[in-house]
């Protein structure tokens, strides 16, 4: 009988994250290019391209990193879907090709250091998106300090995408990402 209520009290407990799925969205446009080339990607310059990533049944860990809590939500089943004009080529040649991607948020002792980050790297392709901007509404954390995954808008984003295949390096600056519960 006390294995019983023992597993009902650690189910009540809750592990601190709120239910759903993460489901990180934005538009940026890739403004920036160097390399050698051609890449199938080289349509894409200047170009605003939209995508969503969601986090299915992540895995979720926490880590210190000097001054910062981490909690990163890692999964190998994302649906991941673009939009917009260019929607084809982005799914194809970009999220198609990479099956694992993982969210990191970083609250950090001066909330001016915190940042969230997107991030997928599979066999010579890689996108790595980051903001340093993190509304009042991202710096919330669980009993035990570690950052709580909340629904935010993350500003001053940055992003790299990197084709190795075909030696090529595309960025975008200063955009907006979202973050949503599905």
Known sequence: MRPI?????????GGGEPEGNIVASTTMVLGEQTGMGPSPLDGLLGEAIAFEVELVAPV????????????????EMPAAAATGPHAAIVQTEILDRLPA???RLALCERASDSS???????EGLA???GCLALPASAQVRDGDGNPR????????CDA????Q?????FSARDFTMTFTRR
Not at 5 to 13: D, E, K, Y
Not at 62 to 75: D, F, G, K, L, N
Not at 116 to 122: Q, R
């Open 5 to 13: 209520m023992v597993l009902a009290v650690l189910a009540g407990c």
């Open 101 to 103: 991607w993982d969210l």
């Open 60 to 75: 979720i860990t926490h880590e210190t990193v000097e001054a910062c809590r981490w909690t990163v939500h890692a999964t």
């Open 165 to 169: 295949l075909h030696g090529r390096l």
């Open 149 to 156: 995954w909340t629904e935010f808008a993350g500003t001053a």
């Open 116 to 122: 969230v980050t997107l991030h997928a790297d599979f």
């Open 127 to 129: 996108v790595i998106a």
């Open 160 to 163: 790299t995408v990197y084709d």
